[in-house]
């Protein structure tokens, strides 16, 4: 089975929205097991500069899920700017 989920975040920082972003997470048969395809898209606001912050947050929670799940590490892709 393949599946698809959306979710849109917007992010404050004192008070102030500095970013929004819409992620993809697909979801895909893949031999015995499952493939994770994630997919984000983001503007910074309000002359917030992110300096890569937020790749390294998403690249530590699927480290985290991957050992949760047990798995073995995948090649990770890097984002284009």
């Known amino acids: 089975m393949n599946m698809s989920l959306r979710a849109f975040n917007e992010m404050y920082l004192n008070g102030v ?26 503007r910074f606001l309000n002359g917030y500069e ?9 690249g530590m ?3 985290e899920l991957t050992h949760t799940l047990g798995a073995t590490p995948p090649a990770m892709a890097r984002a284009q700017n």
């Open 17 to 42: 929205r500095i970013s929004v972003s819409l992620a993809t997470l697909e979801l895909t048969a893949e031999g015995t097991g499952t493939r994770l395809t994630v997919t984000e898209q983001g």
């Open 50 to 58: 992110d300096k890569g912050a937020c790749a390294h947050g998403t």
């Open 61 to 63: 929670l699927l480290a």
